[in-house]
């Protein structure tokens, strides 16, 4: 491998920051789990995995040949990343008091339905779009990459937000009094908008 574990144990954590980061994944979380338990969330929490092997593959591979074409390219890329988190963690902190609106159509009964259901949310999540294809290559330099390289990285991708879903999904009733209290969403939201924004300066500095 020559991708420096410093900077996969960066990108890790960058994760376990955005999966605390409220959005369409928890709310698909909590409307499964509220109608059918965890064993009606957990295959919407394995259709999110799909997405979070792709997004990261699509990133690495549609990016790799501009970073071989463009020179400071890879630069360029660091400092988008190093202003997205600080951008989304204003933005969060700006918005902390919002609620998250859910959609019933995620509720649907059926394994298929529940991964179907998580595929289309992270599919369609601009929150993991902006983090896979405008913040991942800020994290490694795509140029060098191996496969064993790019086996990691997909890896971390996958089983970070897989374990704190279904985590997320085991312990609903706390998650839902959560999104339910708006003093207790205005915190968490707050608290992950610093987050963000602390590590687009560890980007930056880094």
Known sequence: MTIPATSLLLYAGALVVLFFTPGPVWVALTARALSGGFASAWPLAVGVVL???????AAIFGLTWLLAAFDGFLILMRWVAVATFIVMG???IRNAGHQISSDSRLTRPGRLAGFLAGVAVILA?????LFYMGVLPGFFDLTRVTGWDIAAIVAISMTIPLAGNLAFSLF??????LLASPAALQRTNRIAGVLLILVGVVIGVA
Request: proline letters at 10%; hydrophobic letters at 50%; a positive charge.
């Open 51 to 57: 997405g979070d092997a792709l997004w990261p593959l």
């Open 90 to 92: 204003a933005l969060l």
């Open 125 to 129: 999540n601009p929150k993991a779009i």
């Open 172 to 177: 609903i009733d706390r998650a839902r009094r």
